[in-house]
Nanobody
């Protein structure tokens, strides 16, 4: 069974940076795509960034220019580098992976103070 484990969340001041990691239990090239998602209390989950199998990224409009998704194939890990964090970025961030099925991690809390 595929496992995804996120790490790197925490508390940061507005304007600060964090890097989230998502470690997969198998080769990330076995997935068609992997995504970073977030959900704030009382709000719908959003797809923040996606990286497809060929490495092409895509981003939520509100994070373009601030967030960057990358991967280390040898480490079976996908990263989300978040710069210029804003209070509205506060949420639980989770990663997901898709092939014939979808797989989800437990999530990591990111809190941005003003």
């Amino acid at each position: 069974q595929v496992q995804l484990v996120e790490s790197g969340g925490g508390l940061v001041q507005s304007g600060g940076s964090l890097t989230l990691s998502c470690a997969a239990s198998e080769s990330i090239l076995s997935f068609k795509s992997m995504s970073w998602n977030r959900q704030a209390p009382g709000k719908q989950r959003q797809v923040v960034a996606t990286i497809v199998k060929d490495g092409t990224p895509a981003y939520l409009d509100s994070v373009i220019g601030r967030f960057s998704v990358s991967r280390d194939i040898a480490k079976n890990t996908v990263y989300l580098r978040m710069n210029g964090l804003k209070p509205e970025d506060t949420a639980v961030y989770s990663c997901s992976a898709f092939d014939r099925f979808s797989y989800w991690g437990q999530g990591t809390q990111v809190t941005v103070s003003s």
